[in-house]
Nanobody, 127 residues
Framework: QVQLVESGGGLVQAGGSLRLSCAASGRTFSSYGMGWFRQASGKQREFVATITGSGSGTYYADPVKGRFTISRDNAKNTVYLRMNSLKPEDTAVYYC????????????????????WGQGTQVTVSS
């Protein structure tokens, strides 16, 4: 079992930056791939970024490519999402997620490839 707790959301002006953190419980954090998803009001939850268990591989959704950076510190059981050049359309609740057991080797963008989810943190970007 993995429990995830996000933090770092808030209100920021367009063009600003935020760093989200996701702290995970458990002793096998490095065996899980991790991902960030977001859900804007009235829309479906969508993929943002993913990172392999070792941190050697990352993959991003096109709308955030070049602006967001996912990283992880396995010694601290934490995954991060650095968000730069934020736009109003980035406004959403951001969720971190851990993959199904045994999928730490890859990068995954589908919701059903993730077994564990945090409670979400709100990011609001004003214009």
């Amino acid at each position: 079992q993995v429990q995830l707790v996000e933090s770092g959301g808030g209100l920021v002006q367009a063009g600003g930056s935020l760093r989200l953190s996701c702290a995970a419980s458990g002793r096998t954090f490095s065996s899980y791939g991790m991902g960030w998803f977001r859900q804007a009001s009235g829309k479906q939850r969508e993929f943002v970024a993913t990172i392999t268990g070792s941190g050697s591989g990352t993959y991003y959704a096109d709308p955030v490519k070049g602006r967001f950076t996912i990283s992880r510190d396995n010694a601290k059981n934490t995954v991060y999402l650095r968000m730069n050049s934020l736009k109003p359309e980035d406004t959403a609740v951001y969720y971190c997620a851990a993959t199904l057991d045994g999928l730490g080797w890859g990068m995954f963008s589908r919701r059903n490839e993730y077994a564990y989810w945090g409670q979400g943190t709100q990011v609001t970007v004003s214009s």
